[in-house]
């Protein structure tokens, strides 16, 4: 007999039998379980820097001779995103698809890093980077920034725009201070001099608590919850491991260059007001006379598209495309779905002005 909820004795007989179950399977499956790994491709590396690495990733094809792609991470989290597994993987469908593509690996910072600026990551590391392939290929550079590192890459082909042939940008926010942006309202309210002056560099354990507090429940109780209906699927649990592992495979932050970008872009909003400055050097986002795809997710509670959309109007060149995917901010490039749409429109869009 059902009761006014809709369910009676006997399904909560069979809903506890099952879990039993679950965590039954999952008690034998759990140590069988290794630690994942992450990487679906080869890659070399062709450039350093101190920490910063900049390899090169190696397709089953030759590449079709459009531009070296660079791909621009954030400094928050480690670049491996774009290529974490067989199937999931951004870079593996860009190589398919003939792209000669590259990342930048920021390291892990430590304490003699801690007064590394803005100007260190774009000037030095970013513009070594893309130097040494203009002179291994003969020409400008296709840009592909990620968050915050497509927050780098705006900034970086405004300053140097003769390096940078196309500019690809994906869930980077230009506006910081939309309605609905929770973790710029946090950031505008922090004491940010105090901050660094007292901890140096960011540990990262303290900005993965700051994000997982944008959704605390989802993040810190259901998904963990839902962890029970998978402890009897060995894929799905090693899959969700490995997102674990990114998570929280995060660096700390060289202090000095958070200090500057809290304050020039999230409280200062400077890509909206004109106010950005590079060490001595002002950007200027109507510099940007290249074609620009700016790519952002449709549910992204990190990047609201609103803030990037914001891009509209800013740049200087004429080839302005914009496009919005179905998922959040990881998901974008990761889900079946984004697998699916977001390289062949990465790609397509390079094609067209190979």
């Not at 910072?109 to 600026?117: A, C, H, Q, V």
Request: glycine letters at 8%; a negative charge.
């Amino acid at each position: 007999m059902k009761g006014p909820l809709g369910f009676g004795m006997d399904d909560l007989l069979q809903e506890a039998l099952q879990l039993q179950r679950k965590l039954a399977d999952g008690l034998k499956l759990l140590p069988d379980v290794e630690d994942v790994g992450y990487g679906a491709t080869a890659r070399e590396e062709v450039w350093s820097d101190g920490k910063v690495k900049l390899y090169r990733f190696i397709g089953a094809q030759p590449p079709s001779g459009q531009p070296p792609l660079l791909i621009v991470y954030a400094l928050v989290n480690r670049p491996y995103m774009v290529d974490l597994q067989d199937g999931r993987s951004l870079v593996q469908k860009l190589l398919a698809a003939g792209q000669d593509v590259y990342v930048l690996d920021w390291g892990y910072p430590d304490r003699s890093e801690r007064f590394l600026t803005l100007e260190d990551y774009l000037l030095r590391y970013v513009d070594g980077a893309v130097d040494h392939l203009r002179a291994q290929h003969g020409g400008p550079v296709n840009l592909l920034g990620i968050c915050q590192g497509g927050v780098f890459s705006l900034c970086y082909a405004a300053l140097r725009p003769h390096k940078v042939r196309n500019l690809v940008t994906m869930v980077a926010p230009v506006d910081f201070h939309t309605p609905d942006n929770m973790l710029s309202h946090w950031a505008r309210h922090v004491d940010v001099d105090l901050f660094v002056d007292t901890l140096g560099n960011v540990p990262a354990d303290l900005m993965n608590a700051s994000y997982l507090m944008l959704k605390p429940f989802r993040l810190n109780v259901q998904k963990y919850v839902g962890l029970v209906d998978i402890l009897d699927d060995r894929q799905a649990l090693e899959d969700f491991l490995r997102m674990e592992k990114w998570i929280f495979d995060s660096p700390d932050l060289a202090g000095e260059a958070f200090r500057e970008f809290v304050k020039q872009f999230y409280q200062g909003n400077g890509l909206m007001r004109g106010s950005i400055r590079i060490g001595d050097e002002a950007v200027d986002l109507a510099q940007l006379r290249m074609p620009v795809l700016n790519i952002y997710a449709e549910q992204d509670h990190l990047v609201p598209p609103a803030a990037s959309q914001a891009l509209r109007g800013k740049t200087g060149t004429t080839d302005y495309t914009e496009l919005g995917f179905r998922g959040g901010h990881i998901g974008i490039y990761v889900s079946a779905r984004a697998q699916r749409e977001v390289p062949s429109a990465i790609h397509d869009w390079l094609s067209r002005r190979a």
